[in-house]
């Protein structure tokens, strides 16, 4: 692919998840880019296939039946550029997120340091972590090459030694890996990343790379103090593609596609994530939240500085069993509206093991899968609270930070029944805190967009600004805790018609005022009883002008962190008030 497929007039962009693939169609017109065709189809990565060309090809005969654009030749594969015809594309995207995890190791110093940013590292892929090694790993040299043998990685990350600091600790842990690596055969020997002490890159390379591939990176750990993954992202990305495309001829071809430029789903939408935290004003930082079937992604992002992290073993498909290890089947049953037992929330985990694209049939299913969707935003929050960077602006201890955007993406939120029902799944998974906007990825369009940004920018922003986004709702969570009926929120409404609204928001309750699509309005907001809505301190007030969406504006005054009733009864009232609340 040339320089000139990054001002490309045609996209098209390939998503292939771990259940379903998807391609979107983009084109200039009247001017602008837009969101011109999209194509859904089961992933066929998998067995009985293991063929995942075969989904994209569904996905490429959908696009042509509604273009009328054939993109593809069976025998000569995509078309590129657009010929005089009309047909093909000038550019072309690829995300992945189907497959197994990679299996990886971390290797550095210091486990809470250098040991820890590999780990982190490595979590901004598709990827389990088997083991670690340190330098104060007692086991002894044969006991590490018996680790490395019996883990089979994939990928090996070794970081280490602070620019210019320690280099012999380093070269010694160097030593059971190239070991290891020998006695393995050479179709199964890892990539190996080394993102430590620039001094001694290339000591590490000539010790390696004879026997496996080894690529460098800059240090993830400059410093005791300073931690940058973002400079490695490039590499391990490049040796992720490497690893996927290994032994599978079909991904090979996906990759050629895109000129090479094949990138893992997650780190598509978390480009998304950070570009909105450059767009959006400062002082708050930016939430995007990815809920899928083998994984989810949390990214957030402050001023550009990028924080992200894919939970491999949350998701609402095969790697359900997971969830058990942050929860229990009890904390999963109390968010149902009927009465569910542990039991049958077993038995609809051990259903979707079997059957991952299996859709809710009852409306007990659904508040099942519902619940168990809430459990695993619950557990990605409070996994990845104590990541955040000190420095992001605090809506409390325990709490998640001010937000403003939270992008929300995945089938089970963004496609459920009712939109009450996907914001109230959010409220209460994510727990938000002062005033944000709550934005629908509805089309599952955020990764795919976040990989076409590579090739085209303007492209990115543009179809961004045409609506693909949905603007579920404005949403003002006051952080405060208080007797149930006491008032924490004074709030004035008022329209562009100079109609107003008045009311008083007690503790324990939920609001929802109406605010259409291209409508504005003023708020003018008093905390009660020092609550904090992210407006500088507790009690602090004041004015903004906010836009219409889908719910309109929706004040949570339930308090957080949220509590909810021992009693099973009460709980279920409740939860059937706050979805008539939202409904209304």
């Known amino acids: 692919m040339t320089d000139a497929n990054l001002t ?9 998840g771990s259940v379903t693939t998807r391609a979107f169609f ?70 992945l997120s189907a497959g197994a995890p990679l299996r990886t190791m971390a290797v550095g110093l210091l486990e809470d340091i250098s040991v820890e940013s590999a780990q982190n590292l490595l979590s901004t892929l598709y990827a389990k972590v088997f083991d670690h090694i340190g330098m104060n790993d007692r086991r002894k040299l044969e006991e590490r090459i018996d680790a490395i043998l019996q883990a089979r990685p994939d990928l090996i990350v070794i970081a280490g030694g602070t620019e210019g600091g320690a280099s012999k600790s380093v070269s010694k842990l160097i030593e059971p890996i190239g070991l290891a690596c020998y006695l393995l055969p050479e179709h199964q020997r890892p990539h190996i990343l080394f993102a430590g002490n620039s001094v001694i890159a290339t000591e590490v ?6 026997i496996v591939p080894v690529d460098i990176a800059p240090n993830v750990r400059p410093s005791l103090e300073s931690e940058q993954l973002s400079s490695a992202q490039k590499q391990i990305r490049e040796m992720n593609r490497l690893i996927r495309v290994r032994d599978n001829a079909p991904l090979m071809e996906l990759s050629n596609w895109s000129g090479g430029r094949m990138m893992p789903a997650t780190q598509g939408f978390a480009r998304i994530v950070q570009f909105f935290s450059k767009y959006y004003p400062p002082g708050k930082g930016v939430l995007g939240v990815d809920l899928g079937a083998s994984s989810t992604t949390i990214a957030a992002a402050f001023s550009g500085t990028l924080n992200h992290r894919v939970y ?12 058990l290890k942050y929860t229990s089947l009890g904390d999963i049953a109390r968010w149902t509206q009927r009465n569910v037992s542990a039991s049958e929330v077993q038995a609809y985990i051990q259903q979707k093991v079997l059957h991952p694209s299996s859709l809710p049939v009852t409306a007990k299913d659904n508040e099942m899968e519902q619940a168990l969707a809430r459990e695993i935003l619950r557990a990605v929050v409070r996994a990845s609270k104590t990541r955040f960077p000190k420095s992001a602006p605090q809506a409390g201890r325990g709490l998640l930070p001010w937000f403003e955007p939270v992008v929300v993406s995945g089938s089970v939120l963004t496609n459920a029944p009712t939109r009450a029902q996907s914001l109230l799944m959010i409220l209460d998974g994510l727990e938000l805190t002062g ?12 990764s795919a967009l976040g990989a076409a940004s590579e090739l085209n920018p303007l492209l990115a922003v543009q179809v961004i600004d045409t609506g693909a986004l949905v603007n579920l709702a404005v949403v003002i969570s006051p952080v405060v805790q208080a007797r149930t009926d006491t008032p924490v929120l004074r709030v004035r409404v008022t329209y562009e018609s100079g109609e107003e609204k008045k009311l008083d928001l007690n503790y324990g309750n939920l609001e929802k005022i109406p605010l259409h699509p291209g409508e504005e309005a003023k708020l003018s907001l008093q905390p009660l009883n020092r609550a904090n809505i992210g407006m500088g301190r507790a009690g602090l007030g004041g004015g903004l002008k906010v836009k219409g969406s889908e719910m309109g504006i929706v004040i949570d005054a339930r308090g957080r962190p949220l ?14 008030k706050w979805l008539k609340v939202l409904e209304s």
């Open 8 to 16: 490309a007039t045609s996209l098209l962009a390939i998503d292939v």
């Open 26 to 95: 983009f084109d200039a017109v009247e001017g602008g880019y837009r969101l011109v065709a999209q194509g859904i189809a089961p992933t066929t990565l998998e067995p009985p296939f293991r063929d995942a060309s075969a989904g994209v090809q569904l996905v490429l005969d959908q696009l042509h039946e509604i273009t009328g654009r054939i993109f593809a030749h069976a025998d000569s594969g995509i078309i590129i550029p657009t010929d005089p015809e009309g047909n093909g594309v000038d550019a072309v995207a690829v995300t």
């Open 205 to 210: 390379q000539n010790d390696l790379s004879g």
């Open 312 to 323: 491999s073993d949350l998701g609402l498909g095969s790697v359900l069993p997971h969830l």
């Open 435 to 446: 005033i944000t906007t709550v934005v629908l990825d509805q089309f599952n369009l955020v």
């Open 563 to 576: 509590h909810l009733s021992s009693d099973a009864s009460r709980r279920r009232e409740s939860f059937q």
